[in-house]
């Protein structure tokens, strides 16, 4: 009986070890084409320009709110110093997109936070590692700093990826959609370089997605997770500010004097100084694009010159 135990034991650990290694080469060996041609993989370039950065810079940190909204070749270029986005989409979790950060950011370096909530432990993992296929070593630090979240996942992960293959399909649903690929992106610097020209919504569709901005709209986690990552910047040597997130002003329901009274609730609950008031992130429709918290080309800019005119000013 004992004999039969232990046998039966070693045979679900070796079938354990060998889904699991199939399972590792499958994401961290090189990615078909189809994969490597997502727009994720603008996730991949802007880590790789921050490994590759020296002396000190700017990183933007965020969702698709940096990446569609803050053009870096541009806010290098006002402030006199590299710029980098590091986010570009939300639902890989701000968890992630922090932890990601801390590898980059040192003495001299400054970091812009567009306020945005997050709730604890966010982590959206199918899309990490959608994102961090055919990068081995992204792989192994996820895994070596979240073994149990890593190891919980990565399985479900691999099971659609075999079947996704084996129909000929994608996972993500990027492919057919207007800007949502790697090319959108410069591989070197990771600046979201699609041109985007007009609103893609009709006026009325745009101003009917609604945005609430109330303190009860952001969570004691974040609040708490944000003003720690705030100190964790300070002790390096490096100082955070914030930014409101840009949203389209008809889409917003509070009136100009509850955005400013949400302003001074914000400011009194954050560590950081708020280097943009609230109104000077609302724009009208013609600079949006296919959201009302997605600029064009033209808004990006706009959006971009507002940040290096607070960042101007809070380090002069």
Known sequence: MKRFFVKSICLILSVGVLFYGLILAMICLPKPAAYAE???RGFVYQYRALERAEGRKIVTLGGSNVAYNVNTDLLGELTGIPAYNLGVNGSMGYSY???????????????IYPLWNFEKDDYGMELIWLTLE?????????????????????????????YALALGNRLDGYSETEGYSADAFDPE?????????????????MESIKFSCTRSTLSD???????????????RGAQVYFVFPTLMRASVIETDEQLRAYQSEVEAAFDAEFIMDVLDACYDYEFYFNLPTHLN???????TAEIAQGILSAIA
Request: aromatic share 12%.
């Open 134 to 162: 055919g990068e081995s070593d992204m792989v192994f630090d996820l895994i070596a700093s979240h073994p149990l979240k890593a190891l919980s996942t990565i399985g479900s992960f691999g099971l659609k990826k075999t």
């Open 297 to 303: 080309s033209a808004g990006m800019d706009v959006y």
């Open 38 to 40: 997502h727009y994720q």
């Open 97 to 111: 997109i922090l932890d990601c950060a801390k590898k980059f950011i040192g003495e001299g370096d400054i970091v």
């Open 189 to 205: 610097t990771g600046n979201y370089i699609y041109e985007r020209v007009a609103p893609t919504l009709a006026e009325p569709v």
């Open 221 to 235: 986690w974040c609040v708490s997770a944000m003003n720690e990552f705030t100190a964790w910047c300070r002790a």
